[in-house]
């Protein structure tokens, strides 16, 4: 059973720097997906950024336009733990934050939210001018 926890959230100044934890666990696929998205209240659910690995070596990474240069998606070991280190915060980026995991294969849907079968409960982020 795959399970994600995320922890990190906070309040942060516009400009300023945090970093979100996905604590994941239960993944033994060779080929998975790590991703992060987030939803402000009365908005849909948004991309953030996502990792495909394959046997433990990253195949490919990408961002959503609106974080590029600012939101690096790292990790020592993604069947363990992976971040989404937030720089250069802006008022909007106020949400709450989800990681979601896809195993298996490479996700079709990788910047959907429709692509990913395991979420965790979300991280809130707040962000003040």
């Known amino acids: 059973q795959v399970q994600l926890v995320e922890s990190g959230g906070g309040l942060v100044q516009a400009g300023g720097s945090l970093r979100l934890s996905c604590a994941v666990s239960?993944?033994?696929?060779?080929?998975?997906?790590i991703a992060w998205f987030r939803q402000a209240p009365g908005k849909e659910r948004e991309f953030v950024a996502f990792?495909?690995?394959?046997?433990?070596?990253?195949?490919?990474?990408e961002l959503a336009d609106s974080v590029k240069g600012r939101f690096p998606i790292t990790s020592i070991n993604p069947k363990n733990t992976v971040y989404l280190q937030m720089n250069k915060l802006k008022p909007e980026a106020t949400a709450v934050y989800y990681c979601?995991?896809?195993?298996?294969?490479?996700?079709?849907?990788?910047?959907?939210?429709?692509?990913?079968?395991?979420w965790g409960p979300g991280a809130q982020v707040t962000g003040s001018s």
């Open positions: 979601a995991a896809h195993g298996g294969d490479e996700s079709l849907l990788a910047t959907s939210p429709s692509g990913y079968t395991y």
């Open positions: 239960g993944i033994t696929f060779n080929t998975y997906s």
């Open positions: 990792r495909t690995w394959s046997l433990e070596q990253p195949l490919k990474t």
